[in-house]
């Protein structure tokens, strides 16, 4: 499976932006879905959303319509989460995914990115 690694959370304010970042450490994301995932403290991993292997085909989750924005940039094997507005309910750890065009799941995962949005 390829290798993911998060980067890009931290501490924002009411109606901020943060730009989230999975990284492919060997193999490239080219042939791969991937998917960004949320976890509050206490709560379930929730779908946030989900790029294709064609780059303009995207996902949301009706929380993230509006505000979150993902896409690839393919020269540097990276994979963004741009979320805009951000609001306190949105604090939580983010995960990107990666399901190879041949997978049935998302079997790759990264470590993780707490992004805290502040009230």
């Known amino acids: 499976q390829v290798r993911l690694v998060e980067s890009g959370g931290g501490l924002v304010q009411v109606g901020g932006s943060l730009r989230l970042s999975c990284a492919a450490s060997?193999?490239?994301?080219?042939?791969?879905?991937v998917g960004w995932f949320r976890q509050a403290p206490g709560k379930e991993r929730e779908f946030v959303g989900v790029?294709?292997?064609?780059?303009?085909?995207?996902n949301y989750a009706d929380f993230a319509k509006g505000r979150f924005t993902i896409s690839r940039d393919v020269r540097r094997n990276m994979v963004y989460l741009q979320m805009n507005s951000l609001k306190p309910e949105d604090t939580a750890v983010y995960h990107c995914?990666?399901?190879?065009?041949?997978?049935?799941?998302?079997?790759?995962w990264g470590q993780g990115t707490q992004v805290t949005v502040s009230s």
């Open positions: 790029i294709g292997l064609n780059n303009e085909n995207t």
């Open positions: 995914a990666a399901r190879h065009r041949t997978g049935s799941e998302f079997g790759a």
């Open positions: 060997t193999r490239t994301l080219n042939s791969y879905v």
